[in-house]
């Protein structure tokens, strides 16, 4: 039972990727990020590197540029950092796995593969192993995103004897509405798991379940609610938690009305944090200022709701 001391728990911001106005990776952005989390929504805990922070339109140089910044500058200041490291094949998902144990990262997540999608639970599971062989020190979540992915595969399928092949397998980020899924993953998973939520607009129905934390985009910028829904949640004041849990939907179905992707998204928390972290990079497409201000209105709404 490895890693036990360690188990990830509460809300962890999948973040965006600070970019310069000309499309080019930012450093000097994430330290003040760092900050603005940790002081400005209580946030200690991070994934990088994945779907919000634009992975897939990475070079693999970059996301080593970026996961060592994250790595470095969140030292002393943060829980945990989870590197994202899956990839459209296996040579660079294991330099990235690599890399992420030479830097210090906390764990690593893998995605599956979407452009040639594993087709049982059983190829899926050996894909994974491969990578997490190469980092066996650290603690290793899947990641699953069927949405996105097309890879749908149930999570409870995959958990079978996963830690016969992945000794250092420590939970999933489970980024599906298929709650039936996600309840049979708590209810077989060893104590030392940790199962984290990943559909921020339903989240207080996962904590019923049993999940342990949350990773999402949202949580960069109302992190700070959250964490008082789960607070709420966990001191049996349900009515409370609900009453969060409502706002955050009544935000998100607006924001998904007028089109809510990664890049309005980051514009979104641009306008709500006033870090300047640039635009998404294509084929993402830019946001256009107004649509993104006009759900941070909603936004500040929220806040004052609540
Ligand atoms: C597809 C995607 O990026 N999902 C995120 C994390 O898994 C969520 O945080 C969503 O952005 C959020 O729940 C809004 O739908
Ligand atoms: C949302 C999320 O967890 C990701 O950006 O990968």
Known sequence: MAFVDNKLAGLVAATFTPFTSQGEINLTEIGPYINYLVEKQGVKNIFVNGTTGESMSLSVAERK?????????????????????????????????????????????????????????????????????????????????????GVNIP????????????????????????????????????????????????????????????????????????NNLISAFNSGDLIEARSIQFKLQELLSHAFKLGFDVGVNKQLMVELSGLPLGPPRLPVRPCPLPQAQEIAQKYHNFVLHI
């Open 65 to 149: 540029i970026l996961a060592d910044e994250w790595c470095g500058k969140a030292r002393g200041k943060m829980d945990q950092v989870i590197v994202h490291v899956g990839c459209m094949n296996l040579k660079e998902s294991q330099e990235l796995a690599r890399h992420a144990a030479q830097i210090g990262a906390s764990g690593i997540a893998v995605i599956a593969p979407s452009f040639y999608k594993p087709s049982t639970a059983d190829v899926l599971r050996t894909f994974l192993k491969e990578i997490a062989a190469v980092a066996p020190t650290l603690p290793f979540y899947y990641y699953h995103l069927p949405a996105v992915t």
């Open 155 to 226: 999570v409870r399928e995959v958990l079978q004897n996963i830690e016969e092949l992945i000794p250092s397998f420590s939970g999933v980020k489970f980024s599906s509405s298929d709650l039936m899924d996600f309840g049979q993953c708590v209810s077989h998973s060893p104590p030392h798991w940790s199962l984290l939520y990943g559909v921020d607009e339903q989240l207080l129905a996962a904590l019923a379940l049993g999940a342990h934390g949350a990773v999402g985009s949202t949580y960069n910028y109302v992190g700070r609610h959250i």
